[in-house]
């Protein structure tokens, strides 16, 4: 196939040529007929189909001229509408927005706003789409620090409700986005959420939210805050061969960036104290089983995994300017010690 249609139309029409001549080609002839014109007919246009607004992003770029597709779209949130009305309507303008960009970028901060007044909806399928919708806009340079206005709402949203398509919907649009620092205070509250949501049964979510803590996990202010986070006896568990990949890279870079970070010499300089299950004792303390499975990993059948696995080995180790002082380097209960 492949074929456009202007020349699948030529083709059939050259059919057409042959068949006339044929005899008793009566039926292949309207048969001829009734696809060339089911072809060459256009439905009207409909918002509410993909067909129908990929054809406007066509037209848009062929003639240079707005569709008004996306106005119409957010003048019509502001009409009393049912949830399931403004849920298709939010879905639909999300959709304008990755297929028309150029008129997207004509939309002004107004419009952000009423897309994210959206997030305080009961109904949580609005608030999905609200969040769908401002993640697309977030791909529009000059929206991100409009965005980045409503990133505590979003963490609210996350930590308050259990909806892992709403954690999906809103993760994604905070990996998308860089967190300003006044939003830190509220990242802490958040954390024993994030924790909860990487150990949930929710490959999209957990990776959303391994991906957002692992960017987290470089920022010095909180770095403690995730070490110390709580996590449940079998956290190790994610860090099984039997997972997927793409999970297991995100939570191989996450220790990763831990294991860096509480390296670091500022990080060093003070004692700290963890919880008995938090995430550090799972993974650095005495008793972690953590280089067991980073073993096991290195044999992946995924060489992104094997390459990350060993990563996170090198970063265990002790840093090499430490040599002299090896008392304030205290590396994990590992099978990496020398002799092993």
């Not at 008129?103 to 769908?132: F, G, H, P, R």
Request: include cysteine.
């Amino acid at each position: 196939m492949g074929k456009t249609i202007p020349r699948f139309l030529e083709q059939l029409d050259l059919i057409k040529s042959f068949v006339g001549l044929a005899t008793g080609a009566g039926a292949l002839y309207l048969l001829y007929k009734a696809v060339r014109t089911g072809l060459k007919c256009h439905p009207p246009l409909c918002s509410n189909s993909p067909i129908c607004i990929a054809r406007l992003a066509i037209e848009r770029e062929r003639h240079g001229r707005d569709s008004g597709e996306i106005r119409r779209l957010l003048n019509s949130l502001d009409c009393k509408q049912d949830e399931y009305s403004r849920s298709m309507i939010l879905h639909n303008i999300t959709r304008c927005v990755y297929l028309l960009e150029a008129e997207a970028s004509s939309c002004t901060m107004d419009d952000i706003d009423l897309v994210a007044d959206m997030l305080d909806e009961k109904d949580n399928s609005v608030k999905i789409q609200a969040l769908n919708a401002l993640k697309a806009f977030s791909g529009i340079r000059k929206f991100r620090l409009k965005i980045q206005e409503h990133c505590i709402k979003v963490l609210e949203l996350i930590s308050t409700i259990w909806d892992l398509e709403l954690h999906v919907a809103g993760l994604r649009l905070l990996n998308n986005l860089p967190l300003p620092d006044y939003v830190h205070p509220q990242l802490r509250r958040v954390m024993p959420a994030l924790m909860e949501i990487i150990q949930s049964d929710c490959i999209l979510a957990q990776v959303q939210a391994v991906r957002l803590l692992s960017y987290l996990a470089q920022k010095n202010d909180l770095l403690y805050d995730i070490l110390n986070c709580q996590v449940r006896p079998n956290f190790l568990n994610l860090f099984q061969s039997s997972q997927p990949g793409s999970l297991l890279f995100e939570v191989l870079v996450f220790a990763e960036h831990l294991s860096e970070g509480r390296n670091a010499t500022h990080y060093r300089a003070v004692k700290w104290h963890y919880k008995e299950q938090s995430l550090h004792e799972a993974l650095f303390g005495d008793e972690s089983r953590l280089a067991d499975r980073l073993l096991s990993l290195v044999i992946h059948p995924e060489e992104e995994v094997q390459i990350q696995a060993c990563k996170v080995i090198v970063s265990l180790q002790c840093p090499q300017d430490l040599g002299s002082r090896p008392s304030s380097c205290r590396p994990s209960h590992s099978c990496f010690k020398t002799g092993k």
